[in-house]
């Protein structure tokens, strides 16, 4: 039995990084973005705000860019603030490095593990899915989607009664399956 599990966003996550007004280290997505054109060539920046003072910091988009070189849809997307937009490009590895940032996921994102009619089964086979790339430890989503406690799960990885391909220490933001035998 194959038992399908989804990792979420709920909202967008804190982006990490140093406010010059107040030293604070957390910033969220105001949603908006600004536009701003010099003949032919475009920059565009996505505009957030610190969780401290409020203050706006910007996170470049695009540089000068020609118009031409801009998908027409993305250009429409940023003109109109569209909010699917600054979730697509705040998990952009490359808007990350041009901006040195890092996300905070911490209560940003929820495991759907589709009800608790599998807990009493002897070996359960689960799919994980992630929705977004979330990074999340294994032992975190196996505790919480089988409602034991977290030693518990190293415990049974340890005695080999959950198994997988994939490494189950660490962090993982991809798709990944597992076997529980209890």
């Given at each position: 039995m194959l038992i399908n599990w989804v990792?979420?966003?709920?909202?967008p996550p804190l982006v990490i990084r140093r406010c010059h007004a107040c030293a604070s280290e957390r910033f969220r997505a105001s949603g908006k973005?600004?536009?701003?054109?010099?003949?032919?060539?475009?920059?565009?920046?996505?505009?957030?705000?610190?969780?401290?003072?409020?203050?706006?910091?910007k996170l470049?988009?695009?540089?000068?860019?020609?118009?031409?070189?801009?998908?027409?849809?993305?250009?429409?997307?940023?003109?109109h603030n569209d909010p699917g937009l600054t979730a697509e490009l705040l998990q952009d590895p490359v808007v990350q490095r041009r901006n040195r940032?890092?996300?905070d996921w911490d209560g940003a994102w929820r495991l759907d593990t589709g009800g608790g009619?599998?807990?009493?089964?002897?070996v359960i086979?689960?799919?994980v899915r992630f929705a977004?790339?979330?990074?999340?430890?294994?032992?975190?989503?196996?505790?919480?989607?089988?409602?034991?406690?977290?030693?518990?799960?190293?415990r049974l990885i340890t005695e080999g009664k959950?198994?997988?391909?994939?490494?189950?220490?660490?962090?993982?933001?991809?798709?990944?399956?597992f076997t529980l035998k209890r």
């Open positions: 990792v979420v966003p709920t909202c973005f600004r536009v701003n054109a010099n003949h032919k060539l475009l920059d565009a920046w996505l505009l957030v705000l610190c969780t401290g003072c409020g203050d706006t910091a470049t988009l695009l540089e000068r860019t020609n118009v031409r070189s801009i998908r027409p849809d993305l250009l429409d997307r940023l003109h940032i890092a996300l009619d599998h807990l009493d089964a002897e086979d689960v799919a977004a790339r979330i990074p999340v430890r294994p032992v975190r989503l196996i505790a919480e989607g089988c409602g034991l406690p977290r030693a518990e799960v190293e959950v198994v997988s391909a994939v490494r189950l220490t660490g962090r993982l933001s991809g798709d990944f399956t």
